[in-house]
């Protein structure tokens, strides 16, 4: 926890999240419009879990393995290293996806 | 005659566990025993991910038994053991599921009563608020999610123990009132303490929403336990709850922790469907002068400060008081008393926010794994 939406201002919530290319990457659609890709490896980085001890990577890059959410303001991702108990809050993807070039189209 | 590399040569082109590397070469093949004809096959996969690997395992059965010669094949998962998993711990172990958002199947809007503070009147709203509800035409049932303290078979009158559903496996709500109620108070005698630790109340409540027997339910009425605690993150978390209503009485000392309740849920994105204020004055029954005990307006302005709406206040009432203690809730027993036509007011704000406000759907991300 703690990532959630500190300030008052209504969180942004996606409206589609894919898993694309062998989970290396996760699109994230936003309800205004704003589409970005975000890779796998950076939010396995930006995971906010305490319990981010790395193994060594698996062999083809940090991948997403299974994304669930998480009431109504994050979700969790498990990563094909076995992490899986980071929660990204829509405000944490927010955040991630701003810094990635915006994309058009699928 | 058929050998080994024979069986080794035909899985050539089938991908291993990662997906890419062939299975041959993948080392994930933990044996090939051949005799008379009957080949077995064990492929070794990370025991998390074995139903991914289902496909891949029904692939290499085939592939082997296409082979001239093949009586029958059998090939089977094993878990690994040894390999990179043995280093780092976890690695290999199947995920765990902490949480588990799914929506509960027959329950359509899941409402969590809160406040900041004990002793504010949160469990006696939250059972009228119930009654309310279903005074108004929708199915409703009461979760007491206080487990410390819980206060529902006392406000109901309810003594008597769940039973077991018709399935066997989930445990049937009690009812009253036309309204289903489920509260550990009923597991455990009145007065018997629940000295738990976090996590077992987190199973506790994840059990009373799932293995507990709701049906077809409109409204499910969750009395939160007071505070920002354990509780309150897993009912979070564990459920797409559709709003939050806040009760608090109008003094500054409670406002303080109603802020806390609100923000609470506000970092959780739940919506606010607004605030109570409780206790609100006082109508003396003998000289009808009316006092405000707790000051007044406290709850209005801190739900406009929020831009919640105020849902309505609540008397300081005799009859409230004594209704709830008797287990015969005041909407229930005096549904055209002045008392209850409070809740009843309540109830209809709940209502239209629910159904056509802030907690009228707010759809979750579409996840899509391709």
Avoid at chain 2, 47 to 72: N, T
Avoid at chain 2, 132 to 142: D, F, M, N, S, T
């Amino acid at each position: 926890m703690g990532e959630a939406g500190k300030g008052s201002a209504p969180e942004p919530s996606p409206s589609e999240l894919r898993v694309r290319e062998a989970g290396h990457v996760l699109r994230v659609a936003f309800a205004g419009g704003f589409t970005a890709d975000i890779s796998a490896e950076r939010l396995r980085a930006a995971s906010p879990s305490a319990d981010k001890r790395r193994p060594p990577a698996p062999e083809g890059g940090i991948a997403i393995a299974d994304v669930e959410t998480v009431g109504n303001y994050a979700v969790r991702i498990a990563f094909n290293d076995g992490h899986d108990t980071g929660i990204y809050s829509w405000s944490l993807l927010r955040a991630l996806a701003a810094d990635e070039a915006p994309t058009t189209g699928s | 005659m058929l050998a080994k590399d024979d069986i080794l040569a035909a899985l050539a082109a089938v991908p291993g566990p990662d997906g890419k590397t062939p299975l041959p070469q993948s080392g994930a093949i933990d044996g090939v025993t051949v005799r008379d004809g009957k080949v077995f096959v064990a492929i070794k996969i990370d025991p998390a991910r074995a139903k991914a690997m289902e496909a891949m395992r029904a692939d290499v059965e085939a592939k082997i038994k296409a082979l001239p010669g093949v009586a029958s094949a059998l090939v089977t998962l094993t878990a690994e053991s040894e390999g990179p998993a043995a280093a780092p711990a976890g690695q290999a172990a199947p995920r765990r599921h902490v949480t588990d958002a799914r929506p509960i199947p027959g329950i359509d809007k899941i409402i969590a009563v809160a406040s900041g503070k004990g002793g504010v009147g949160k469990s006696t709203t939250a059972c009228n608020l119930a009654l309310g509800l279903a005074r108004l035409g929708l199915k409703v049932g009461v979760l007491d999610a206080d487990v410390f303290g819980p206060s529902m078979p006392r406000l109901f009158g309810i003594a008597e123990r769940p039973d077991l559903a018709p399935d066997g496996q989930k445990l049937k709500p009690l009812e009253k009132y036309g309204v289903k109620v489920m509260s550990i108070g009923f597991l455990v005698e009145e007065g018997a303490a629940i000295v738990w630790r976090g996590p077992m109340v987190m199973s506790a409540l994840t059990q009373f929403l799932r293995e507990v027997d709701w049906g077809e339910l409109d409204v499910l009425v969750v009395d939160m336990p007071p505070g920002t605690g354990d509780a309150q993150l897993t009912m979070a978390q564990n459920v797409p709850l559709s709003g939050a209503v806040i009760v608090s009485t109008p003094q500054d000392l409670s406002l303080i922790d109603a802020r806390r309740g609100i923000a609470m849920f506000k970092q959780v994105s739940v919506p606010l469907l607004g605030v109570v204020e409780n206790m609100s004055y006082f109508l003396c029954p003998h000289c009808g002068g009316r006092t405000d005990i707790f000051a007044h307006g406290g709850a209005r302005h801190e739900a406009e400060a929020h831009g919640a709406p105020f849902l309505g206040e609540i008397p300081l009432d005799v009859a409230i008081r004594e209704t709830s203690d008797g287990g015969d809730p005041v909407v229930a027993s005096a549904p055209d008393s002045p008392q209850a036509a409070a809740y009843i007011a309540l109830a209809e704000r709940v209502r239209a926010a629910l159904f056509e406000g802030q907690g009228a759907s707010r759809p979750a991300p579409r996840i899509v794994i391709e």
